[in-house]
Structure formats: C-alpha cells, structure tokens
Nanobody
Framework: VQLQASGGGLVQPGGSLRLSCAAS????????MGWYRQAPGNERELVAYISIGGRTYYADSVKGRFTISRDNAKNTVYLQMNSLKPEDTAVYYC??????????WGQGTLVTVSS
C-alpha cells in the first residue's frame, strides 16, 4: 500500500489548509491512519490519528484547531487545519499503522505559516 500526501503550502497566521492522504489500497487495512510533523531541528511528532473504529486522537498543541477525518469510498484521510500558527510550520507526513505495528509513510508535504 502506498500513501500519497498533498495539500501543503504557504498560509498566513490564522489561515486554514486541508491536507489529504490517499491510500492505494483500503484504509481499513490499517489499524489507524494519521499525521505526523517535523519542524527543522525537532523530532517527528504525532499530530493526530483516526483509528479503524473511528476513534480520534489529537496532540494537545492542535486540539480545537485541527480535525482529522476520512472518506472511506476514496480511501483518503484528511487533516483540516484551522487557526494556523507559525509554530505549526513543519513537514507533515501521512502515516498508516498496520495491526502488527508496521508503519507506512507517505512523502512529506510542507506547511509554512508566515505573514
């Protein structure tokens, strides 16, 4: 299964972006799908995920601003990012985790929040 991420770009503080992660196969082959991000000089961190059962998780830093969702028919997971802050600037990576713990990664998509 391959994951294709898209939707990054340059946005002003307070703006919005929506990231998409399209899977080449069924997203239900994954126990969960989500997004990580990595800012320059920082470690990769988990931003949000949605489990096969629909349970969601958000990092404290994005709660109330980001929403993860999925379109089962399109095998696509989305990350709606609102009220973006400069500290949200990072490369965002789509992730799929199999029930056995194996991780699959999409290519990164750069999000830059700057005026």
């Amino acid at each position: 299964v391959q994951l294709q991420a898209s939707g990054g770009g340059l946005v002003q503080p307070g703006g919005s972006l929506r990231l998409s992660c399209a899977a080449s196969g069924s997203i239900f082959s994954f126990a969960r799908m989500g997004w990580y991000r990595q800012a320059p000089g920082n470690e990769r961190e988990l931003v949000a995920y949605i489990s096969i059962g629909g349970r969601t998780y958000y990092a404290d830093s994005v709660k109330g601003r980001f929403t993860i969702s999925r379109d089962n028919a399109k095998n696509t997971v989305y990350l709606q990012m609102n009220s973006l802050k400069p500290e949200d600037t990072a490369v965002y990576y789509c992730n799929g985790r199999k029930p056995d713990g194996r991780d699959y990664w999409g290519q990164g998509t750069l999000v830059t929040v700057s005026s």
